[in-house]
């Protein structure tokens, strides 16, 4: 932990030394969720009640999936650069230290960007938090903390899933903008506003479901607008978790099938 | 004993064969038709503790898909390779402490970082103790005279610079075998001489076992002990450079403007290799094995007025070793 923490320093402090690098990146980062807020405050502002929620339900998850979202960029997110990696010949390279690949890629440079998500994700999701009808008891506390977790992880398990495909095909790199914007549209809000068959979607094919929505909806109570049972969601961290760990069992096969980049 | 063991090493990719035209393209897409090639086919050899070989061949020969296999960037489709007793796609991480690599044409150090953060990482990375690695970082400063630019980030350094960066990285662990891939691509001669004194350094001071990939014969001749050369994949030559000498094309031509022109230049023991009108260049036929011999055997037959021997240097024999392997394929 001492050397990822060490090697994240360095990365940090080398980004610091781009000072308008550094700053349009973070400005870009916040502009980015700002923007994302303002549609959701416009829209819940015009539909209030959305799917028989209330705005500060909607406001709650909204902010849980973009605090997720900031913390799975600032942790896990490089492996969606993957691609990137592979063109530059560096995951030989990595292959040639004594550290597991994968933690090699997320400590391959400091995401910038991720500041600025953060801030402006965690001003909203205090916000949130504060408004929200909810009694915030030690154990939903915990629950909303294991929540972001297993948001954080469901995220990095699509991540690593299309990093596993970029070892292979640096086209997968179009496959991580559109699923990032498929997110971001869809993410902040009830599902079960959409048709069953995208709800459905969201939930068994790309677990977009298991982010914030299902979490939010048992710290919120609303259990009975689900299309799916209520342990489900109560277990959506487990499902995040153990869809991470599927993604990193594909990423480990994915690399011993490597071909290497370059020349023969 | 022997530090690296490759056996019928084998590595097969499985591509999608491309038609020619638009259609043949859509054809493609549609109905894909998978082929196999072949890039390392049923490779073996050995090397001693303490040999430094080069690896050579054409482009595209196979050379970097033998060391990524050695190295265990990639996993073999069939035969054994046994890099220090381990199996390097096996074991992946317990041989990279044994080995260092340095791959001419890509960094492996942190692309925004000084240099020598990069070196402290894998220091860090490696376990290296940190007298241990003032003392091995000291030795590198004096041999590659990295302290002028360690404190650059590396995206700024020279090519020259960042490859020497490069092989005190590969080296800081203190691996016992080191596999370079075209360490001294596009460096000025004098940054080359520095780099090939360091690896002697490290191969004769060290006892380091050194694989070496290069196209640069005057580093093959200075450095290498022993030859392994491969072509379309396959080995067709393990021995020294006097043996690859000896076994590969004219090793000297002696070049002569013949007094008279006659229809017919032919002098027994000697081979004809080019004739414009008087001027003759013969080679070494079954007869003469020496310049001295040829020009008395030539001298004997005909009156000459002007005359010049030239000794076929390695990059000559190799051109003529590749010649033969292409035929041999055909």
């Not at chain 1, 308008?20 to 980062?29: N, P």
Request: overall charge neutral.
């Amino acid at each position: 932990m001492g050397l990822v923490w060490r090697i994240t320093r360095l990365n940090f402090r080398a980004v610091l030394e781009y000072r308008a690098e550094f700053m349009l990146k973070v400005a870009v980062g916040a502009a980015w969720q700002i923007s994302v807020v303002v549609f959701a405050t416009v829209l819940l502002t015009r539909f209030p009640g959305m799917g028989g929620w209330a705005t500060s339900d909607v406001l709650l998850l909204a902010s849980m999936r973009l605090l997720s979202h900031g913390l799975y960029v600032l942790l896990l997110g490089r492996v969606t650069w993957t691609h990137i990696v592979v063109q530059l010949g560096q995951i030989d390279a990595f292959m040639l230290r004594p550290m597991p690949v994968y933690r090699q890629v997320q400590l391959a440079f400091f995401n910038v960007n991720a500041v600025g998500d953060l801030l402006v994700a965690a001003s909203l999701f205090v916000g949130a938090v504060l408004v929200v009808d909810v009694d915030w008891t030690p154990a939903r506390i915990a629950y909303l903390v294991v929540a972001l977790v297993g948001g954080v992880l469901a995220e990095g398990a699509i991540g690593t899933a299309l990093g596993s495909a970029a070892l292979h095909a640096p086209a997968t790199a179009y496959w991580s903008m559109w699923l990032d914007e498929l997110m971001t549209a869809f993410g902040n809000y009830p599902l079960h506003i959409l048709p069953g068959l995208v709800r459905d979607a969201f939930t068994f094919v790309l677990p977009l479901a298991f982010v914030a929505y299902l979490p939010a909806a048992v710290l919120t109570g609303h259990l009975e607008t689900l299309a799916v049972p209520g342990w489900l969601a109560v277990a959506s961290p487990l499902i995040g978790l153990l869809a991470y760990l599927a993604s990193r069992l594909l990423w480990k096969r994915s690399l011993r099938a490597y071909k290497g980049y370059g020349g023969t | 004993m022997d530090a690296i063991i490759a056996r019928d090493l084998t590595k097969t990719f499985h591509t999608i064969a491309r038609r020619p035209g638009f259609v043949g393209g859509l054809k493609s897409l549609v109905a894909p038709a998978r082929i196999a090639k072949t890039a390392v086919d049923g490779v073996s050899f050995s090397v001693r503790e303490g040999e430094l070989l080069a690896l050579l061949g054409p482009n595209g020969a196979g050379k970097s898909t033998t060391i990524k296999m050695l190295t265990g960037i990639l996993v073999p489709t069939s035969g054994e390779v046994r890099v220090a007793g381990l199996e390097p796609h096996r074991d992946r991480e317990r041989n990279a402490r044994t080995i260092g690599a340095v791959f001419g044409q890509r960094t492996q150090l942190w692309w925004d970082l000084p240099a020598r953060d990069s070196l402290a990482i894998l220091r860090d990375i490696f376990d290296v103790e940190a007298e241990e690695y003032r003392r091995r970082l000291a030795e590198f400063d004096d041999l590659l005279g990295l302290s002028e630019f360690w404190d650059s980030r590396i995206r700024h350094l020279s090519l020259g610079q960042r490859v020497r960066c490069d092989l005190a990285a590969a080296l800081i662990h203190d691996p016992k075998i080191v596999f370079l891939d075209e360490p001294t691509i596009g460096m000025d001669v004098v940054v080359k001489e520095q780099v090939r004194e360091f690896l002697r350094h490290q191969v004769e001071q060290r006892g380091r076992t050194v694989v070496l990939t290069t196209h640069d014969m005057t580093e093959v001749n200075r450095l290498a002990e022993r030859i392994v050369l491969i072509n379309h994949g396959r080995l067709f030559f393990d021995g020294s450079l006097t043996e690859l000498r000896r076994q590969f094309g004219a090793t000297w031509q002696v070049h002569v403007t013949l007094a008279d022109a006659p229809a017919d230049v032919a002098v027994p023991g000697l081979r004809v290799l080019r004739r414009d009108g008087p001027r003759v260049a013969f080679g070494p036929g079954d007869g003469a094995t020496s310049t001295h011999e040829a020009l008395r055997l030539i001298i004997e037959r005909y009156a000459i007025t002007d005359l010049a021997i030239e000794e076929n240097d390695l990059e000559d024999v190799m051109r003529e070793a590749y010649l033969h392997r292409e035929q041999m394929t055909a």
